[in-house]
């Protein structure tokens, strides 16, 4: 039985496959629609926009196996056409190139969305009724695309690239219900670079020689670019969360927090295989994983506030004794005793000091006898160790 109002006729297109040159050295060597803005990656922030039962057709690329599970294992009740696309960083490479690669996957109506576009508005409607183009009354100037419009909000005329151009940003998404005549145009070569504005001002100049019903009307939204380092900061910035928690950012891993889930990621596949192994050992004590892959595990996102930010005296005292199982004694051997010991070191020492290297690395900072802290002179960071 289909639930009333349900019944979508269009996709979701969304091409993840590039490698995301304007952001290198943002995105952690990952694709850069996983990049990550108030703790939620940029492709869920797009996901989210949509409802449940619209189907999802994805190109993948560049980081395209890291995607696939984190999509999969955030949203399982979703459904998704995943089209690997080989040549995306090559001659000829492009996404008109990705978008053909999809072709069969997009023989419907469908919304094309830019995997660098962050919109609020939700988009809940039960089909595509008319083509339409996305834009932001954000002038394009020479950064981006623009659009000419009529007074009824028609679209005149989709521009490439100009020079201080005063009208409105198109902003890289955008309804195709006439789908078969904008395929038809993606056939040409040219399109294989320019990607979807090529089949877009095909059909606006079919329309306008021809009178054709190949128009289209226009959708003004409230928009974020990611696109480029600078815009990416800036949507970083206008788009944080008042109590989100703040995570450190990490090369190799992440903390992120979509669709009600806590996502745990990591590069190191035996990393997250001992932490789905840990958590068995500790289920008393901590979330319980609900799901993971080789580089992802899951669990149930519960709001809250982290200890350190409402302790007193009496919740700590309540922390301990709840520990109080926790702490079981074992009769170690010899061996197993040097082996714990061992252990212990390297988890508290030798991680420890190598932090503490890496932080004066990064931060070109050496340790020194000379540390001021509230007024007070402290000795080597080291020497305090030692001790």
């Known amino acids: 039985m289909v639930e009333k109002g349900l019944m979508y006729n269009y ?32 492709i869920s922030h797009i996901i989210d926009k949509f409802h449940p039962k619209v189907p999802i057709v994805m190109a993948l690329g ?20 995943f089209v690997e696309i080989d040549n995306y960083d090559g001659k000829n490479s492009g996404l008109g190139l990705t978008m053909n690669k999809c072709k069969k996957s997009l023989q419907s109506p469908f919304i094309f969305v830019s995997n660098d576009t962050i919109f609020e508005e939700q988009l809940y409607f039960d089909e595509i009724q008319y083509n339409w183009l996305g834009y932001s009354p954000i002038k394009a100037g020479s950064d981006y695309r623009s659009l000419e419009l009529d007074k009824e909000g028609n679209v005149k005329k989709l ?59 226009s959708f003004k939204f409230t928009w974020y670019d990611t696109g480029n380092k600078q815009s990416l900061l800036n949507a970083k910035e206008k788009l944080k969360s008042e109590y989100q928690p703040n995570i450190l950012e990490k090369d190799d891993e992440a903390i992120w927090f979509a669709n009600n889930k806590t996502i745990k990621f990591s590069m190191d596949k035996n990393f997250i295989k001992d932490r789905v192994k840990r958590s068995k050992n500790l289920e008393l004590y901590i979330p319980t994983i609900t799901d993971y892959s080789n580089n992802f595990y899951s669990y149930d996102f519960i709001k809250g506030k982290v200890l350190s930010d409402k302790v007193t005296g009496k919740k700590f005292e309540y922390l301990l004794s709840w520990l109080d199982s926790f702490w079981l004694e074992f009769n170690l051997g010899k061996k197993e005793f040097e082996k714990f ?36 002179k402290f000795p080597r960071i080291h020497s305090l160790l030692d001790d």
């Open 11 to 42: 996709k979701v297109f969304l091409p993840t496959a590039g490698i995301g040159s304007r952001v290198k050295g943002e995105s952690n060597n990952l694709n850069k629609c996983l990049i990550g803005i108030d703790n939620k990656p940029v």
């Open 341 to 376: 010991k061992l252990s212990c070191m390297d988890f508290y020492k030798d991680k420890t000091i190598s932090r503490i290297n890496l932080y004066y690395t990064n931060f070109n900072n050496m340790d020194s006898d000379n540390e001021i802290v509230n007024d007070n």
């Open 62 to 81: 560049y980081g395209g196996d890291y995607v696939k599970q984190y999509v999969e294992i955030t949203y399982p009740e979703r459904d998704f056409t």
């Open 159 to 217: 521009n490439d690239k100009i020079k201080n151009s005063k009208d409105f940003s198109y902003i890289g998404i955008c309804g195709i219900k006439d789908y078969k005549e904008f395929w038809k145009f993606m056939e040409d070569d040219e399109s294989l670079i320019m990607g979807e504005s090529y089949g877009i001002k095909k059909m606006l100049e079919a329309n306008e020689t021809y009178m054709t019903s190949t128009s289209f009307n």
